[in-house]
């Protein structure tokens, strides 16, 4: 293992970061010197003694190790991966940390960000995408630092895109193959300009979405610039933290809540297809099998849940019941349902109370997620569909033991290491949701707030990048009651879910460690 | 599909079943007419009526499709099995209901049997050794039914064990050639004489454990000879229906507890290894992976229940409450695992209480299960083994992505088909598990006592042919309350675990019924 080649790159990583950081610090004092935003006034200060620290730190670390060169290869990508999330969380964690402490000086307040496991949830949960908070009152936060968590969502989103559509298949990544932009074969310049062209139209497709966005957003004229900014970095990379204590209920607008939906809905599919379409393939982007099962999902479970609300009052995410009328009850079904399958986990409706049924299916959506190649987090829409093809063609050997098919997606042959891969996925996800939830139950034994619902959605809305769960942890709650060991198990499980567990796991086999 | 053939086999099955209910109708009798067992008066005339009707009809099928020949194939086979189960628990109901209308004929008791919701769960939870029951008084059932009950289990189970011991790894039914007693290749008289062979020697051990229970059992002095015999039926099927309402607590008896510890631990090993011993072949059998993971799981979970138990009072299901000192603490916790291990659910403490650790522990077990080829439930042992190798692997893979390393289980190396085969099973057990408790959920929709832990555990227990649960179906507690739809989708459950899903799964599939 070449440890020196991963401290240099991710000291690159973490300078980089904080580079950023040190914008939001300068925006941060522009606030508050020339603009009177005296809530800045502690808030500027961490962010830019934080990023001057992060730049030092990841400078010197890199200057230490800049003399190392050659192939970074497979094990050092995977803990370079792993370490640019586990330890990026801890760098855009410090801001919390430094602001709370100043600006609480002296007083009896108790904030969380006082908290070192709360401050690391809360980067860990920007920069995983998944939008879980341990914030009760959000709109206490200064700007600057409501601008910082959501610039987190959008970075680690960015980072996922790249990584899983543009790094991974490109270095043959065990079963990133079917994910793959196109089909491989001699490219002139080799693998790596390659990638990089390919992380290039990426950042452009992300940057360009961003944009139409924000403006999107802004002409509703419910929303001004910095919420148009906020939610846009949260929506496109499927994160889910608001600036608002309501989230996007409190902008009450029907306006807001379909252009949400459809962001939403395009930040879970896979960012191939925009590759794709950028290359003029906009048929087969069209065609492709994912995408069609990922929109029928998604509407079936619309319905269903549109005709399961029938005569039931609403509660919003404002406290307010409305009248279920059909044009309610649908707008709030249709945003419920894409938030929580896209793992973006914004809320305008309090579904706790709804119907068993239709919070079962929620959950159901919840454990599936979005496309591959997304930022959308569960087991993906594809395991899914080669996960019950496996079971089709498992039934018929049980009659015709000698009949074999090759198994397909649209046009290609899904080959039988890539059908193990994706089963074993599923039920690695699964066997870790529910030792999550045992360990987090185990660890608030005595928390009357935290029953087996609670534990079991929160562990699940975690590991499967979403934020809001059921009970103490739903549409109108926070993860701010844990004790600090669960929420750094939780903090745990969304960097597992972010990263597609293996790359996690590894760390953890005396294998990897061994050998050059 | 060869209908006339499976109807011909179907038919002699019945008639078989029929034919040994009433040698238990004419043991009814007896105990009426000779020896003034007045509980009798109604039960003998139940169970030979139910007896005659039973052999007419399985008669009459086998009659007008005799002339069916052929060879059995496939698909034929799966059929047959499926039936043997789905209509066999019809046949051994029927007693019950005819019971129960005749016992509490122009009475105003309510008795389940009225029910044939209640009789098919009964007798499907007989017939799968499952143990989960509907009657909150068992004492009040007549002797002849309670034999019977416990009968139904000792007949599912040999049933069970001659099914994936001798008929399917010589069919090469997939997956099932690891479980294979013996190496193939080419026997002299073909495959059927071989079948046979092995069946008629499984027969023979069998009757073996069952003679050595029965003396051990009586022999404590503790129990009458009825008792032995029908705790003996129960117990070597792992399946659980006692002839108390506080299960083997009744008998309050370290010796009949410990015997009864031993025969559980037995009756869940892979009845292949006692076939082997048979051969003179004892290290073999001693040195099986499977056989060695499974103690070496239940010993470690024992020492971890009895840990967690350390200064808790101990309610038994009598209704007694007890000091843990450190011999009953070992006791209960291990008759509790070992009962819920093997799927056996014979109770002597109440475990709901427990701390929540240990109730984990032992839903965990539940779904595991024993070894393949026993009457255990769960899993088994064999494919948690199997699926642990295949992440493992998997997990290499993602460095490594070119290693190929043969999967070993023992000596023998598992081949790609039989790890995705064990991986999807898993999958599949706890999707049906999953979908089960939501079904049963729904359908008991303000009925206070199924909350979601009820559920869950109930249709983790059916579909693992376990008995027992938490909550509303834990070990004080019976199934008897569920409605009737439930009761029939637990029944649906218990075949579907019993046998292995898939030959009950295949039967949804259009691809099964078509062609020839």
């Not at 809360?122 to 700007?143: F, K, N, Q």
């Not at 709804?354 to 929620?362: A, D, E, I, M």
Request: hydrophobic letters at 50%; charged letters at 15%.
């Amino acid at each position: 293992m070449n440890y020196r080649l991963v401290a240099k790159q991710l000291g690159l990583l973490i300078a980089m970061l904080s580079g950023l950081m040190s914008l939001v610090g300068a925006w941060s004092f522009v606030q508050w010197k020339f603009f009177g935003a005296a809530a800045e006034r502690h808030a500027w200060w961490a962010l830019v003694a934080a990023a001057l620290g992060g730049m030092l730190g990841g400078g010197l670390v890199w200057l230490r190790s800049r003399s190392a060169h050659a192939h970074l290869g497979r094990r050092e990508s995977l803990l370079l991966v792993a370490l640019s999330w586990l330890v990026g969380a801890v760098v855009a964690g410090v801001p919390y940390f430094i602001w709370a402490h100043l600006h609480f000086q002296g007083s009896d307040v108790a904030h969380p960000f006082h908290r070192v496991a709360d401050c690391y949830f809360e980067s860990m949960s920007g920069l995983t995408t998944t939008g879980a908070t341990i914030l009760s009152d959000i709109e206490a936060l200064p700007r600057s630092l409501l601008l910082w968590r959501a610039l987190t969502h959008w970075l680690g989103g960015l980072g996922i895109i790249v990584l899983f559509v543009a790094v991974l298949p490109s270095l043959g990544a065990s079963g990133k193959r079917l994910f793959r932009v196109e089909a491989p074969g001699p490219s002139p310049g080799g693998v790596r300009p390659h990638i990089r062209d390919t992380a290039q139209t990426l950042l452009w497709i992300y940057l360009g979405l961003t944009a139409v966005a924000i403006v999107a957003l802004r002409l509703t004229g419910k929303m001004d610039l910095f919420d148009s900014v906020c939610h846009t970095l949260s929506v496109l990379s499927t994160g889910g933290f608001s600036t608002r204590n309501a989230s996007v209920a409190a902008f009450d607008s029907v306006a807001v809540d379909i252009i949400i939906i459809v962001l939403m809905l395009v930040a879970g599919v896979n960012f191939a297809l925009f590759y794709q379409m950028t290359q003029g393939r906009f048929s087969a982007a069209w065609k492709d099998t994912e995408l069609r099962a990922y929109l029928l999902l998604k509407f079936v479970v619309i319905a269903l849940v549109f005709v399961n609300m029938q005569g039931q009052d609403i509660t919003l995410t404002t406290g307010e019941t409305v009248d279920a009328s059909a044009g309610q009850a649908l707008r709030q079904s249709a945003f419920t349902t894409v938030a929580l399958h896209t793992g973006t986990g914004f809320c305008t409706a309090d579904y706790d109370p709804w119907p068993f049924y239709s919070r079962v299916l929620l959950v159901g959506l919840m454990f599936i997620g979005g496309c591959a190649g997304s930022t959308a987090g569960g087991i993906k829409v594809i395991r899914l569909w080669i996960g019950l093809k496996v079971l089709m063609s498992e039934l018929e050997r049980a009659f015709r033991p000698n009949v074999v098919r090759p198994l397909r997606v649209g046009t290609s042959i899904v080959d039988p290491d890539m059908k193990l891969g994706a089963v074993v996925y599923v039920v690695v996800l699964f066997m870790l949701l529910v030792l999550g939830a045992v360990i987090v139950q185990l660890l608030e034994i005595g928390n009357e707030r935290c029953d087996f619902q609670t534990a079991f959605s929160a562990s699940m809305s975690t590991i499967c990048n979403v934020g809001p769960g059921l009970h103490g942890v739903g549409a109108r709650e926070n993860y701010g009651w844990f004790g600090d060991a669960s929420k750094m198990v939780m903090s745990l499980l969304m960097a597992l879910g972010r990263l597609e567990i293996f790359a996690i796991l590894v760390l953890f086999t005396p294998r990897f460690w061994r050998g050059n």
